[in-house]
């Protein structure tokens, strides 16, 4: 024991408050619900907590020769298998979207992906190639970022302090309920969480060509990464931009030639009719989601695999407007002139993934890297001064954990705002990289923290 408070004593001030909110984030917070102290108030049980989750989702509940790179749901890989089938028989692969209501809502060059990994237990294994891509590179982004701020503090850190550092953040990764929740379910998006983060890694140490690379694949999966080309060009970032345009129309040609141009037509009128309805689900944490809610228009706490929400004039027109406002305010010129290099970029691929009209809990795994990043900049940047640590504890704490119970308010009007508790958590997050996007250097107030 004396030896633990000599070594404990001996650890810098980061690595113990890493480790301190570590244990909160990870274990305290969900003892709580598992101890029952909040059942009665809140019925949770064990199998609705976030780390429940994360153990059945790595697998600690499934045996040996399994591995955990077979606990996996079909959530993205069933329905390109099914499109591609489609196509193989030459029939169009909207029929799946339109005629099968099946909710497949990706391009056409999403599916290359299945043509060359055509088993499900490739799919998979790539799935988990991924969780461990987004763990390792949040963690090079922390150790740079780091460096970058703190030059005269972070060559004073001892092999102690990193490794105790590098499994805080591996447990706060594997815990982070967005990741893993992609994970579970056999979500193509976490590919895009771990090429993201490889991508933002590349951006802040001045790859950007490679940056370009990676995003202009992520597009070809997810269209709604072109914002961050409009972005490029609004910011002049050619080395940046013309990789990108290369990637994804080399991709795009590709994808033409395989599957024709007819069926990408057809995604077009998928994607319009997604952005007239979103989805009302709980776990859509987006204004259209929150408002979808606040007007009880659609199904709240159940997944309706073949329906989506009626269209409501309110919910669409307040989505198109908050989507708008969110991508208008991020184009805007940067104020301060030499902001950190993750701090705009963040900002735009956040605001591309908030304005969506459809942002599930698993598509904010982004925010992995993101805080990685955030939080030794704010170290020597405190914007809100003594407040800022805390504002950003608070943040992650709504990102990373799952709140089931909050679904209890689900018919309660206004306070049914709560469920977007992710959402909210994201805003956090939007609102700080604004900030230091536009104010200029704050001395720190809390140096103590090192």
């Known amino acids: 024991m004396k030896n633990f408070i000599k070594d404990w004593d001996q650890l810098k001030p980061l690595t113990k408050n890493l480790v301190l909110f570590a244990v909160v984030n990870i274990v305290l917070i969900n003892i709580i619900f598992i101890a029952g102290l909040l059942m009665f108030l809140f019925s949770t049980v064990w199998q609705e907590v976030r780390l429940y989750k994360t153990w059945e989702d790595v697998g600690i509940f499934h045996t040996i020769g399994k ?39 990706y391009p056409p060059s999403s599916l290359l992906i299945s043509m060359v990994l055509r088993r499900l237990w490739y ?25 970058d701020n703190q030059s005269d503090n972070a060559n004073n850190y001892s092999r102690k302090d990193r490794r105790i550092i590098a499994v805080a953040l591996i447990a706060l990764g594997l815990t982070f309920y967005p990741i893993m929740k992609g994970y579970s379910l056999g979500q193509v998006q976490t590919l895009l969480n771990g090429l993201f983060a490889v991508t933002l890694w590349l951006w802040i140490t001045g790859k950007k060509q490679l940056a370009g690379i990676c995003l202009g694949i992520m597009c070809l999966i997810k269209p709604q990464y072109a914002l961050i080309l409009i972005w490029g060009i609004v910011r ?82 307040g989505t198109l407007m908050t989507s ?52 030794p900049h704010l170290l020597e940047n405190p914007i809100f001064g003594k407040f800022t640590l805390p504002y950003l504890a608070i943040s992650y704490v709504l ?44 001395p720190p107030l809390n140096r103590e923290f090192l």
Request: aromatic content about 16%.
């Open 399 to 442: 990102c990373s954990n799952f709140f089931k119970f909050t679904n209890l308010l689900a018919f309660v009007p206004v306070l049914n705002i709560l469920q977007s508790y992710l959402l909210i958590g994201s805003l956090m997050v939007l609102i700080c990289l604004h900030w230091l996007k536009n104010k200029p250097w704050v």
């Open 123 to 147: 799919l998979n294994i790539l799935s988990w190639l991924s969780v461990v891509v987004s763990l390792v590179f949040s963690f090079k982004i922390f150790e740079f970022v780091l460096k």
């Open 236 to 317: 002049r970032q050619w080395k940046f931009v013309v990789p990108f345009l290369l990637t994804f129309g080399l991709g795009m040609l590709l994808s033409i030639g395989i599957f024709g141009l007819a069926n990408h037509l057809d995604y077009l009128k998928v994607l319009s009719f997604i952005s007239k309805r979103g989805e009302a689900l709980y776990a859509n944490q987006s204004v259209n989601g929150l408002l979808h809610r606040l007007l009880f228009n659609g199904n709240n706490l159940a997944w309706e695999s073949k329906k989506f929400p009626p269209y409501n004039p309110w919910v669409y027109f």
């Open 67 to 105: 591995f955990f790179i077979f606990h996996q749901g079909p959530d993205s890989w069933l329905p390109m298998k099914n499109a591609l089938r489609l196509h193989q028989k030459g029939v169009p692969i909207y029929d799946i979207f339109f005629k099968n209501n099946i909710k497949f809502q």
């Open 324 to 375: 708008l406002t969110f991508l208008v305010t991020a184009l805007l010129p940067v104020k301060k002139k030499d902001p950190a290099a993750f701090i705009d970029f963040s900002l735009i691929v956040l605001t591309a993934t908030i304005a969506s009209p459809i942002a599930w809990e698993h598509h904010y795994g982004i925010l992995l890297p993101i805080y990685a990043a955030l939080l």
